[in-house]
Nanobody, 119 residues
Framework: QVQLVESGGGLVQAGGSLRLSCAAS????????MGWFRQAPGTEREFVAA????????NYADSVQGRFTISRDNAKNTLYLQMNSLKPEDTAVYYC????????????WGQGTQVTVSS
């Protein structure tokens, strides 16, 4: 059974940092790319960052570029999102997801973890 489990969310003051983790119980040979998405109340889910599982190339939303860093530990089958200089507008439920191949949709999603940034 394919499963993604996020952890590391919480409450932090503006300017602070958090690190999210996403543990993947899936054969990593079947992962093309993994990403982080977020959804604030009353808004659409939006892309945050993504990383190629092999090779490690990354891309970021403009709103988090320079503040967030996505990484992965292939040995632990774990995805990370280091979030620095957090802003109140970063408040959202954060989801990790995986993409099995180039051009395919993100087909497996975690349950989400809440990040709240107070001003």
């Amino acid at each position: 059974q394919v499963q993604l489990v996020e952890s590391g969310g919480g409450l932090v003051q503006a300017g602070g940092s958090l690190r999210l983790s996403c543990a993947a119980s899936v054969r990593t040979g079947t992962i093309y790319r993994m990403g982080w998405f977020r959804q604030a109340p009353g808004t659409e889910r939006e892309f945050v960052a993504a990383i190629r599982w092999n090779g490690g190339s990354t891309n970021y939303a403009d709103s988090v570029q320079g503040r967030f860093t996505i990484s992965r530990d292939n040995a632990k089958n774990t995805l990370y999102l280091q979030m620095n200089s957090l802003k109140p507008e970063d408040t959202a439920v954060y989801y990790c997801a995986l993409q099995r191949g180039l051009g395919t949709p993100y087909s497996v999603w975690g349950q989400g973890t809440q990040v709240t940034v107070s001003s």
